[in-house]
């Protein structure tokens, strides 16, 4: 199963090209129709990234908590036992 955080990201990569592509036809010169829709479609697609954005952070905060457990000293391998109120 793919990460979906990894597949998220890459999806937006992709669309931020996109999005550099028509920002850079807008930095050209006036064209009667193509400026309005690449205008349109920026919009659109800087509207799909936050969702994105959104969605990365959801998935993050849905993803299972590692739990480390506490690294004992190289002294004494007992250590996490001893640090333990509820021993």
Partial sequence: MSDPVEDLQKARFALVNDRR????L???SY???KTAEATDR??????AIEAIDAAIVDEKALAPKS???KKS???NPYSEIEDDPSI
Avoid: D, E, Y
């Fill in 21 to 24: 592509q028509f920002a850079s």
């Fill in 26 to 28: 807008l930095a050209g």
């Fill in 31 to 33: 064209q009667r129709g």
């Fill in 42 to 47: 920026l919009i659109q697609l800087q509207k």
């Fill in 67 to 69: 739990i480390t457990p």
């Fill in 73 to 75: 000293t190289p002294n």
